[in-house]
């Protein structure tokens, strides 16, 4: 059987522009002689559409999109895709996921999605009604079955996807399915890919069944889809491996399935891919078409920069210096040499005046106060408010420039560097930020290299460093990652070797800045787990943990 692999990035509610994609994806397959196209996961509507599914509306237009693409669509080639439906038994939710497949105008066979992940970012049980049976059915002489993304993940041993009460691919073998596909809508983060390959690498093993794993592709606000559509032949072994943040029309025939290479992936290129794509699909699926970033000539500011350029390019990016009295002249420097180097517009505030008429203003209420992190906060919000003033005036999105080890702790100003539209590194630890700049500098030095060796530091006071308020990046980082992607206690951590006093001061700045990350803006996700829908902690509460 000749496959088409439909790897698209469709946009969550645009109906006419995703049957349009898809209709042309199928054409295209069509003129290649492919026996079937399949598309990824609710490819219809776009994924995720949360509580838009509450929407009587938008569940029509879903349906109506599915049998426009079922009447438009070229006779002798069979077309697999995903949209929600109606739950049509007499009791449970009202909706299901669902995949099916037309051929010749009409539906042949649907099958819904049986396990329905409430772990991580996911709240499919919310929705969706689970399938009660799984069936396979013939088409062009293979018995195939439907394992629609989570369906496939019964057995892997990854944190929370567990215990589900049925295996809805052992059903499918046991009744004779000689081919398996799994339209799939999985967001990516670093290092799943990997995951991914083990599940269907050990279906193929104990089954000897092809597995044609079709991912959706783009970025839906924090969530980004790699695509890298995957297909197993028989033995496991690897035989297509898609394009990586990319749409993209490919085909594989099932009588010639060869053993591919070993997957070998860098893993700050992937991260940087993944940003990049997290940036453009934010700013062409919200109508804008710029952005900005305050450039502080910092390793986070800077890195956000380069990675804005790559997305949307020069000519829609502009950066903002902003020097205040406690602004390094190497900072500066440094902040105009990488605008050259990125070829984008620059233009320096200084925030002195401002900041000097806030200190006066304030002065009769905080006489008798010592200088504290107010003072420091006021540049901060300064900052925020200027660029936010840009972003009114010019339609363009502010991005934020934090990284994961700020948002844990707190180290960062609400209404100030807080202020933005996107947290481009958000999920990143300061540490990994610095291998992202170095993995970006990795063909010719774009960040000057002085700005990878600088001690980090706010500059919102004399001799200013993030040491003087936080542990050494190297040492909170491990820590960091042990509590938020692991849930390991104090005493774990602390019987990992780490001091009692430091691990329990970064889990509690941790427990008390949960109120500046339910104002952050949207984090782009590329661990396991990001702050965000993924990490759902209340804000009032004893924090025990530390």
Avoid at 132 to 158: L, N, P, Y
Avoid at 178 to 206: E, Q
Avoid at 448 to 472: C, F, G, H, M
Wanted: glycine share 8%; proline share 4%.
């Amino acid at each position: 059987m000749k496959i088409a692999i439909g790897q698209i990035n469709p946009t969550i509610g645009d109906f006419v522009g995703n049957a349009t994609k898809i209709l042309g994806y199928v054409d295209r397959a069509h003129k290649k002689g492919a026996d079937v196209v399949v598309f990824p996961e609710m490819c219809v509507c776009g994924y995720p559409p949360m509580d838009l599914l509450d929407h009587g509306s938008f569940v029509e237009a879903n349906l109506k999109t599915l049998r426009l693409i079922q009447q438009q669509s070229p006779k002798g080639i069979g077309i697999v895709l995903g949209y929600v439906d109606k739950n049509r038994s007499a009791s449970g939710k009202a909706l299901v996921n669902a995949v099916s497949l037309i051929h010749d105008g009409e539906v042949l066979f649907t099958q819904a999605k049986s396990l329905l992940p409430t772990y991580d970012v996911f709240d499919e049980a919310r929705y969706f009604q689970p399938a009660d049976e799984r069936r396979t059915v013939s088409f062009k002489g293979e018995q195939i079955g439907i394992a629609i993304c989570e369906d496939i993940w019964w057995e892997t041993d990854q944190l929370h996807a567990l215990h589900y009460p049925v295996d809805p691919v052992k059903e499918l073998l046991d009744k004779g399915a000689t081919l398996l596909f799994s339209p799939s809508a999985s967001p990516f983060y670093s290092g799943k890919l990997d995951v991914r390959y083990g599940l269907l690498s050990g279906i193929g093993k104990s089954s000897g069944v092809p597995v044609v794993y079709v991912n959706m592709v783009g970025g839906n606000d924090s969530l980004i889809f790699d695509g890298r559509s995957l297909v197993t032949a028989a033995d496991g072994t690897l035989s297509f491996l898609g394009s990586s943040f990319e749409e993209q029309l490919a085909f594989v025939n099932t009588d010639t399935l060869v053993a591919k290479a070993d997957i070998e992936v860098d893993r700050y290129e992937e991260i940087e891919q993944a940003l990049v794509l997290g940036i453009r699909d934010y700013l062409g699926k919200c109508g804008f078409k710029r952005v900005h970033v305050g450039l502080s000539g910092g390793i986070d500011s800077s890195v956000v920069a380069v990675l804005a350029q790559k997305a949307v390019g020069a000519d829609n990016v502009t950066v903002f210096a902003l020097p205040s009295r406690y602004s390094s002249p190497g900072s500066r420097d440094d902040a105009a040499q990488l605008a050259r180097n990125l070829g984008v517009q620059l233009h320096r505030l200084s925030i002195e005046g401002m900041f000097e008429a806030g200190l006066q203003t304030l002065a009769p209420v905080f006489k008798g106060k010592s200088v504290d992190a107010t003072e420091e906060n006021l540049q901060a919000r300064i900052r925020g408010l200027l660029l936010m003033a840009f972003s009114n005036k010019f339609h363009s999105l502010l991005l934020t420039t934090g990284n994961k080890s700020e948002l844990a702790t707190g180290y960062c100003t609400l209404y100030g560097d807080m202020c933005g539209v996107l947290a481009v590194i958000g999920d990143l630890f300061k540490t990994e930020v610095y291998a992202l700049a170095r993995s970006l500098n990795r063909e010719k030095e774009v960040i000057p290299a002085s700005v990878l060796t600088k001690v980090p530091s706010a500059e919102l006071r004399p001799d200013q460093a993030d040491q003087d308020s936080l542990p050494p990046y190297d040492l909170l980082d491990q820590i960091l990652q042990l509590y938020l992607l692991q849930s390991k206690t104090v005493e774990e951590i602390t019987a990992l070797g780490y001091e009692a006093g430091l691990v329990r001061s970064v889990l509690n700045m941790v427990g008390k800045a949960e109120f500046k990350r339910r104002q952050a803006p949207p984090v782009l996700k590329v661990s396991p787990r990001a702050f965000g829908t993924g990490r759902r902690i209340p804000i009032a509460r004893v924090i025990h943990e530390a």
